[in-house]
């Protein structure tokens, strides 16, 4: 039989160590992995603590979901299918991550534990640099002295001398035809001209450069984690050889200051993969390493699917009556309904 301690030792196991053990680790201001976030929006801050968010030790786990965010889809998803543990990839924060409810309220109507990685997973494995196309020479965690703050250079794969092999690569390692079916395909089911969908609108793309430019040596960045204009330069010093930025997870928007550095230094500049196809580049690979550490344990992934449609495409007819019968009888003036 295995239990939370049993995903908990095995998380520890696969980071080296990097999961907290004890309270202590989170008040001391010591453990590297327990970091504060805030954008300085009053009580929107969170600490990161990976590991154990809740659950009991000793509670039986016979099938654990592996989720980049845990949400209160992921919660109901768990309890629907009889998984006993979610281990979540980024920070799980009270309310935020279950619906708007205490998170333990929502677990506990499931018995369902919680775990949380993100800092503490990064840096473990080079896949998103080899699903880019190159081979890492040099990891940072927490370039320039920003936590979180990713970077990796690599040498371009023997098979990658364009920009365009990269985005190629990217399409098919990433499955997007298929994305690309499904989609039209549910376009024509719910007869939809509206409907996107963020892993085939976001894919990658070249914004300096040709499909032909060549490639030999990649600075790739995640512009979210507070990459700067400034670290840009500062590692284009430390690497003159590179001639490519690389930038994937989050985006950047034409003009971008990262984009018009690049430019000004007289690199390549391409989007890799956005963040929701993390489950695939992180999220997959946690998910087969929980499985060869804990054989007794079904593991499965939780993946998210976002998609947009006008308000005029959404819903069935029914449902469109409902909605504007809300806003004009209800929304718009302001009528209270009232409750015990």
């Not at 020479?137 to 927490?142: G, I, K």
């Amino acid at each position: 039989m295995k239990t939370v301690e049993d995903v908990l030792i095995a998380l520890d196991d696969l980071t080296g160590g990097r999961v907290i053990k004890s309270l202590n680790d989170i008040t001391s201001g010591e453990h590297p992995f327990v970091i504060m976030k805030s954008s300085n929006l009053p009580g929107k801050e969170i600490i990161e603590t990976p590991g154990l968010v809740y659950g009991e030790m000793k509670k039986e786990v016979k099938k654990v979901a592996v989720a980049m965010t845990m949400t209160e889809g992921c919660i109901e998803l768990a309890g629907a299918t009889g998984v006993d543990a979610i281990v979540a990839h980024h920070p799980i924060a009270e309310a935020a991550n279950s619906g708007g409810v205490i998170l333990k309220n929502y677990l506990d109507l499931y018995d369902v534990a919680a775990f949380e990685l993100h800092e503490a997973f990064h840096g473990l494995h080079p896949g998103i640099p080899f699903l880019h196309g190159h081979q890492v020479y040099r990891t940072e965690v927490s370039y320039g002295g920003v936590h979180g703050n990713i970077l990796y250079v690599g040498k371009a794969l023997p098979e990658v001398k364009t920009l365009g092999d990269i985005l190629t690569r990217l399409d098919n390692f990433m499955g997007l035809k298929d994305e690309d079916d499904l989609l039209h395909t549910e376009k024509e089911i719910r007869n939809v001209s509206s409907l996107t969908e963020t892993s085939t609108v976001t894919r990658g793309r070249i914004v300096c450069g040709e499909e032909t430019s060549t490639v030999n040596n990649i600075v790739h960045i995640f512009p979210h984690t507070g990459f700067s204009p400034d670290h840009l330069r500062q590692v284009i010093q430390e690497h003159p050889e590179a001639d490519t930025v690389l930038a994937s997870i989050s985006r950047v928007y034409d003009g971008h200051p990262l984009i018009e550095t690049a430019k000004e230094l007289g690199l390549n500049f391409i989007i890799g993969n956005c963040h929701v196809l993390e489950i695939l580049e992180n999220g997959l690979p946690l998910a087969y390493a929980l499985d060869i550490l804990l054989p007794d344990v079904e593991v499965v992934v939780f993946r998210e699917r976002v998609t947009s449609m006008s308000i005029n495409e959404m819903g069935s007819p029914h449902l469109k009556k409902y909605a504007e019968e809300m806003a004009t009888g209800y929304l718009l003036k302001k009528t209270a309904v009232h409750t015990l």
